[in-house]
């Protein structure tokens, strides 16, 4: 019995082992754990990994399966959530210390259930992930555009004519992931409550078919490979003032933005997205959602206590979530985290803007998510197979809507 309680101590004693799927959240992270350790739990201890975005979930797949090396807690994208759900979800059900914790009531409404499947909670989202329209400052000025006045996606379309014809620009970056967003900007999404594919056909096709006529007209440009995600569209159509406006989240403006084009700074700005006009005459909402990282703990660890007191903390602690805004990451889903001053103040960045307030204004519009297992994979297939074919008018909105239905549908779970 004795050297079963010493093995056992060993085992609680043994370092926690975080898997992070970036190399600035590991920065994050490592500090974090400084953090905890100094106010906390002098005695704590952790090892924090990261790996890519497409790369941790191979990972830990492969960790899962194998039992080599598991971790205790995992940072994964909420795209890339579904592909842990289509057999046993390899995450536990954390609804219990949730409640318990009382952050059923303190995270954003639209974010609880980012991670939750079959009326189980898996993680907790760390970011709100509000979707603006980041615009050129020293650009709109330059071409006596009132940021104000794009109201609506319509509005936003004619004063993009006017930039093409008289400057030979174009008002916005077309990216495939905008697919998703302007579905959920229209309180539809890529897959329904009841697991059907894209549930409102007719908001799908005229999503598709907007980004294809702003291609058509140029209003709309497609960044070199085809993302507003890779470093090749700022150092060259951002940098060169060939477009005035991307749509993002949060987090998009604050790491991303920030992070690649340094020598823009005050000559960025944020404002709601410009809102649809919906079939029964109503505005939609003036923001959207798109990824952003969540917490979970590994089913097969044997310290989920630990595990979970120190996600508890990550996602509570005042400095925490300043330090995860101030240092360019996300804006916090934690919303007593919105009365911090640090997080409200002017924005250097984005031209003396408040963008703290931007995002506590726009969060209770931000629309929630419907897991899926096939989430991934509907996402991916849009970005490689169809995107292209699509905005240079190969195929039509209602064949892209079509062919990609029928291969999710067929498709089995997972990436």
């Known amino acids: 019995m004795a050297l079963g309680l010493t093995l056992a101590g060993a085992l609680q004693a043994k370092p926690l082992d975080i898997w992070i799927s970036s190399f600035q959240d590991q920065l994050y992270y490592e500090g974090m754990v400084k953090l905890y350790k100094e106010t906390v739990d ?174 058509k007209s140029r209003v709309g440009m497609v960044p070199e490979r085809a993302s507003i995600f890779d470093p090749l569209f700022f150092n060259s159509a951002i940098q060169y003032g060939e477009v005035l406006t991307v749509v993002g989240a949060d987090w998009y403006g604050l790491d991303m933005l920030q992070q690649f084009t340094p020598d823009l700074k005050g000559k960025w700005g944020a404002m709601p997205l410009p809102a649809w006009k919906l079939p029964d005459g109503r505005l939609s909402r003036r923001t959207s959602t798109f990824a952003g990282q969540g917490l979970m703990i590994n089913k097969g660890s044997k310290q989920q206590d630990a595990a979970w007191k120190f996600i508890e903390f990550v996602i509570t602690n005042k400095e925490s979530n300043a330090r995860r805004f101030l240092d360019g990451n996300s804006f916090p889903a934690y919303r007593p985290a919105w009365k911090d001053e640090r997080l409200l103040q002017p924005n250097e960045f984005f031209n003396n803007q408040k963008f703290g307030e931007l995002l506590v204004r726009l969060a209770p519009e931000v629309p929630e998510v419907v897991s899926h297992p096939n989430r991934a994979k509907a996402v991916f297939l849009f970005q490689e197979t169809f995107f292209t074919s699509l905005i240079y008018g190969e195929l039509k909105p209602a064949e892209v809507l079509d062919k990609m239905k029928t291969m999710l549908e067929a498709a089995g779970p997972g990436l």
């Open 42 to 215: 002098n005695e704590f201890e952790a090892k924090v990994q990261s790996f890519g975005f497409r790369e941790m979930p191979e990972k830990l797949a492969a960790s899962v399966k194998t039992g080599i090396n598991p971790p205790d807690v995992v940072q994964l994208d909420e795209v890339l959530f579904g592909a842990f759900l289509g057999g046993e979800v390899p995450f536990a059900d954390l609804s219990g210390r949730i409640k318990k914790a009382k952050l059923d009531k303190d995270i954003a409404k639209s974010r609880q259930s980012l991670f939750a499947y079959k009326g189980k909670t898996y993680g907790i989202a760390q970011s709100l992930s509000a979707i603006v329209l980041y615009y050129r400052v020293d650009l709109f000025k330059e071409l006596g555009i009132d940021p104000d006045s794009l109201t609506t996606w319509e509005k936003l379309v004619d004063t993009g004519k006017m930039v093409v014809e008289k400057h030979g620009k174009s008002m916005i970056a077309l990216d495939p992931t905008y697919l998703g967003i302007l579905l959920r900007q229209r309180d539809s999404d890529l897959f329904g409550r009841d697991g059907s594919v894209y549930p409102d056909r007719e908001a799908a096709i005229e999503v598709l078919g907007w980004m294809q006529k702003q291609m």
